[in-house]
C-alpha cells in the first residue's frame, strides 16, 4: 500500500509540477473530437468509449480523452475499465482533481479505492505545493531579481519582483487584509502554504501568456497567486486564495458559485483599512458600469445569477462583475456581510445559491431585498474615472504593464503639471496624498477626482530611491492619462 501511495505522489506531482505540452505540428483530430462529444451528448457512452479509443490509437497520451474514456465506462458500470483509464489519465498529466471529485460522470467509481488513493495523493501533494513552489520559482526565475519571505503564521511565502520598501508594505497590506478575511469571513487562515508572486513585468509576460489585460490569477491546485501589480489585482486574488482555502476546508465536493467567488474578490479590490483593522469598502470604475447597466434596465436578476454557471458568467465579465460586487456592498454597508457568508455557509446544505441567506440575514423575501438593492444603487453616485481634454491631470504617459508597484512615467507632455514639478520620464508615482497609486487605474481614480488648480503630494522613485513633489494640476492639453 505504501509503495502505491508513494507512486501516486509521483504521478500526482508531476502533473502538478510539469504539465503536458502539445506536440508541435500535430493535426488538430477536430473530426474525432466532435463525434465523442456528440455521442455524450446524446448519451450513447457506448459509441463514445470506442471513439475514444480509436482516437487514443491515432493521438496516443492524451489525459483530458483518457478522462473522457474513464467517464465513459463509469457510466457504462465498467468500473474496473474506468479506473483503469482514470489511472492513466492522471499518468499523462490529466490533473483537475477538484472537479474530478464532484464530476457526476465519475459517480460509478468515486467509491473505488484506487478513486481514493488518487484524491488522497492529490491532497496530500496540494499541502506542500505552496512551499514547493516557492523553491520552483527560484529554480524557474532564479533569485537575482527576487526577494523572498515566508510568514509561518498565516501561511503565506512570498517571491517578489520589488524592492524593500514595496516589498514590505505590500506585505503589511495582505498581512492586514488576511487578517480581516479570517475575523469576519474565513475564519482561520490556511492548512498550507500559498505562494505570492510578484513577477517582474518582463516574466508576468511569459506568465501571462502575453495577454496584457489580465492582471492576476489564483491557481488552486499549485497553491500559487501570481499579480501584476501589487494593488486591487493582488487584493482580488487574494481573497480568491483565502475563500479556496475555507471551502476546502468544509469539505465542499461543489465550490461556492461563481458569482460569490466574484463578488467577494471584487469587494476587496477597493477598500481603506483602520488603525484598528476596520475595512471601508470604496466605489471604483465598477461603480459606474452598474449604475449605467441599472440605469438602461439591464441588470441581471438575482434569480438568474445566483444559479448561473461559470461558464454562463464568464461570458459577460464587464456586466456582472460590476454588479455582484455592487451586492456585496451593499451587505458590508449595512453590516451583513459576516453575518450573511455565515448564514451561507450554515444553510449550504439546503440552499447553494445564497438566495435563503439573504432571507435570513435581512428578515425579508429575496425578491423585497433585490428591489432595495436596485434603489440602492439607482441612488448612489458616480465616480469621476476619466481624464478629459480640460480636465485637471498630471500630463504624463504610462504604458500600464511597465511597472509591477507603481505607474512608470514614459513620457511627461510639455507644459503639464508634471513638467512644472520635479517628476522626471523613468520615476514610478506610488501614492499620491498618502493613497497607494499600485496601478495606473488607481492613478487616473484619484486624479479624476481632482480640480485643476489643486495642489497634489506625490510620492515616487528615481533609481531606488524615494521622494515627495507637490505637483498643481493643470488641464489636460495632451494625450489622455
Not at 500535430?26 to 456528440?38: N, S, T
Request: one cysteine or more; proline letters at 4%.
Amino acid at each position: 500500500m505504501l509503495t502505491r501511495w508513494i507512486c501516486l505522489m509521483s504521478i500526482v506531482l508531476a502533473t502538478a509540477v510539469s504539465p503536458p505540452v502539445a506536440a508541435q505540428g500535430q493535426p488538430a483530430p477536430l473530426v474525432a473530437e466532435r463525434g465523442i462529444f456528440r455521442a455524450f451528448d446524446d448519451g450513447d457512452y457506448r459509441r463514445a468509449a470506442e471513439l475514444i479509443e480509436d482516437y487514443l490509437v491515432q493521438w496516443p497520451g492524451s489525459g483530458q480523452m483518457l478522462y473522457n474514456l474513464a467517464c465513459a465506462y463509469s457510466r457504462l458500470g465498467e468500473r474496473e475499465k474506468a479506473t483503469a483509464a482514470l489511472l492513466r489519465a492522471v499518468k499523462a498529466g490529466f490533473g483537475d482533481f477538484e472537479h474530478m471529485k464532484s464530476d457526476p460522470d465519475l459517480a460509478a467509481i468515486r467509491d473505488e479505492e484506487i478513486f481514493q488513493a488518487i484524491l488522497e495523493a492529490a491532497r496530500r501533494v496540494a499541502d506542500g505545493a505552496g512551499a514547493d513552489a516557492l523553491q520552483r520559482w527560484k529554480r524557474t526565475f532564479g533569485e537575482e531579481h527576487y526577494r523572498f519571505e515566508v510568514d509561518e503564521e498565516r501561511h503565506l511565502a512570498f517571491a517578489t519582483a520589488l524592492d524593500e520598501v514595496s516589498h514590505r508594505e505590500m506585505r503589511d497590506m495582505l498581512q492586514r487584509q488576511a487578517d480581516h478575511l479570517t475575523k469576519t469571513l474565513f475564519a482561520d487562515p490556511p492548512t498550507y502554504t500559498v505562494l505570492i508572486a510578484v513577477p517582474t513585468p518582463d516574466d508576468a509576460i511569459v506568465l501571462f501568456g502575453g495577454a496584457d489585460a489580465v492582471g492576476g490569477r489564483y491557481e488552486h491546485a499549485a497553491r500559487r497567486l501570481i499579480s501584476r501589480d501589487i494593488g486591487s489585482s493582488l487584493r482580488h486574488e487574494f481573497v480568491h486564495a483565502l475563500h479556496y482555502a475555507h471551502m476546502e476546508r468544509l469539505g465542499l465536493t461543489e465550490p461556492h458559485p461563481i458569482w460569490i467567488q466574484e463578488g467577494l474578490a471584487t469587494l476587496y479590490e477597493t477598500y481603506d483599512q483602520a488603525e484598528n483593522g476596520a475595512i471601508t469598502f470604496l466605489p471604483n470604475e465598477r461603480t459606474n458600469v452598474v449604475k449605467r447597466l441599472a440605469r438602461i434596465g439591464r441588470l441581471a436578476k438575482w434569480e438568474d445569477l445566483f444559479a448561473m454557471s461559470a461558464e454562463r458568467f464568464m461570458a459577460r465579465p464587464g456586466q456582472l462583475y460590476p454588479q455582484v460586487r455592487a451586492i456585496f456592498e451593499y451587505l458590508a454597508e449595512r453590516g451583513k456581510l459576516g453575518p450573511w457568508y455565515r448564514a451561507y455557509v450554515e444553510h449550504f446544505a439546503e440552499d447553494a445559491t445564497g438566495a435563503r441567506a439573504m432571507e435570513i440575514v435581512f428578515d425579508r423575501p429575496v425578491d423585497e431585498i433585490e428591489e432595495t438593492w436596485r434603489q440602492w444603487v439607482e441612488r448612489r453616485p458616480e465616480i469621476d474615472t476619466r481624464i478629459e481634454y480640460g480636465d485637471a491631470a498630471l500630463g504624463i504617459e504610462s504604458d500600464i504593464n511597465a511597472s509591477n508597484d507603481g505607474v512608470l512615467i514614459a513620457r511627461i507632455l510639455p507644459g503639464s503639471a508634471a513638467g512644472r514639478s520635479r517628476l522626471r520620464a523613468g520615476d514610478v508615482i506610488v501614492s499620491v496624498d498618502g493613497r497607494p497609486t499600485r496601478s495606473f487605474a488607481e492613478l487616473r481614480a484619484i486624479i479624476g477626482a481632482r480640480k485643476v488648480g489643486e495642489t497634489i503630494e506625490v510620492r515616487a522613485r528615481r533609481n531606488g530611491r524615494y521622494f515627495s513633489t507637490s505637483v498643481v494640476l493643470q488641464p489636460l492639453r495632451g494625450v489622455r492619462e
